[in-house]
């Protein structure tokens, strides 16, 4: 059994994405060839936002907006540690300091009570001028929004949504990508929507920002292309990224449908014995991931291990939060500072979870962690 069977979808599209490499290869245009254009489209009208920047990953996805902000030194960006490295990173990259916020223990996500005393205290200590938030969607469920732009506004912060995990999720109808000032989203092959190789894309409303996004996507160019008005990087996606991604555009709805069949049936023979996902109402998971918890972390091991032993994969996302990592190890936090999230990693593991995954496959799966 594999934890991510990839190849089951390429044999069902094999025509249509070979097809469009192909394409790809006979053009010549390898960089920004049509299909970018295209597809920016395509994902700005499922996303329902005015603008949409492919670029070369979810972490670039992430830099980019903060950089057009001009996030940096002296600032405070406010974002769950319970999340993959590259959230934290790219505030750190930019020499800004990432102020970790602990989670909700029922989604997972940034607790917005939490956030409200976390940037009160940066302000009363008076050292960083609180700048952004950035709310992350773990395993494919949305951040509660309403209540952190609310915060934002209040505080004038900017909020970049870390989609990378949740497109194709939603609030009410109202898609990832749509929420906050700009988001992110990533294509790496193991997301809900992934091509083959690294890729990522921007969302916006907001025209200014476009700009300046556009432009530090290419080396932050101007009107002349050979003088560069900003810093900026190379963020491009790839011509042949993109066509892998337009064909899977065409099924991407149906396999989030199949997504949450799939998670319905889990919850439903594994929600007596374990504690499984809380989405709350009115929201609509991409299902990244399918993460439950176990009674301890010997227990943990003790299921990882029988789930081992009847060949099935399972993965723990994330046993460390970032907080804890030994790359913020300067920052000072020590156990115990975001005990949820710390708790959370020490009884979580994620089982097999994709739109092909088979009742046989889910039933063997379920028949083992309850056995
Ligand atoms: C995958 C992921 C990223 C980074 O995306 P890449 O495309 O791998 O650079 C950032 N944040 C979260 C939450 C992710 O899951």
Not at 324 to 349: C, H, M, W
Request: hydrophobic share 40%; aromatic share 10%.
């Amino acid at each position: 059994m594999q934890f991510i069977d990839l190849q089951a979808q390429y044999k069902l599209l094999k025509p249509l994405i070979d097809e469009n490499i192909h394409k790809v290869l006979d053009s010549g245009k390898y960089i920004f060839g049509p299909e970018i254009t295209e597809l920016e489209e395509q994902l700005a009208k499922f996303a329902g936002v005015k603008h949409c920047l492919a670029c070369s990953s979810g972490t670039d996805a992430l830099l980019i907006p903060l950089m057009a902000w001009g996030i940096g030194p002296g600032n405070a960006v406010f974002t769950s540690p319970f999340t993959f490295m590259a959230t934290g990173e790219v505030i750190s990259l930019l020499g800004a300091t990432p102020i970790f916020v602990d989670i909700d223990p029922e989604t997972y996500n940034l607790d917005p009570e939490k956030l409200h005393n976390a940037i009160h205290k940066v302000l009363i200590d008076g050292k960083l001028r609180p700048r952004a938030i950035m709310p992350v969607d773990i395993f494919g469920l949305l951040a509660n929004y309403d209540e952190i732009d609310d915060i934002a506004k209040h505080h004038n912060l900017f909020v970049l949504q870390d989609a990378c995990q949740s497109f194709g999720g939603a609030i009410d109808g109202k898609r990832a990508g749509a929420f906050g000032h700009a988001a992110a989203t990533s294509f790496f092959p193991a997301k809900p929507l992934g091509c083959y190789g690294d890729g990522g894309a921007i969302f916006t409303n907001d025209d200014e920002l476009l700009e300046v996004m556009k432009s530090i996507r290419v080396h932050g160019m101007g009107s002349d292309r050979y003088d560069n008005i900003r810093i900026g990087i190379n963020g491009r996606l790839d011509s042949i990224q993109a066509a892998v991604l337009l064909a899977k555009m065409t099924v991407f709805e149906k396999e989030l449908e199949q997504r949450n069949e799939v998670a319905d049936k889990y919850n439903a023979r594994l929600s007596s014995r374990f504690k499984t996902p809380v989405i709350p109402e009115g929201y609509f998971s991409a299902w990244a991931q399918y993460c439950i918890l176990a009674d301890s972390p010997e227990h943990r091991a003790e299921l990882q291990n029988k789930l081992k032993e009847n060949d099935i994969p399972s993965m723990i996302y994330y046993p460390i939060p970032l907080h804890l990592q030994t790359a913020y190890t300067s920052l000072g936090y020590k156990v115990g500072d975001l005990p949820i999230s710390e708790a959370i990693a020490n009884r979580i593991f994620a089982i097999p979870m994709y739109p092909y995954l088979s009742d046989e496959d889910l039933n063997k799966i379920c028949d083992v962690l309850l056995g």
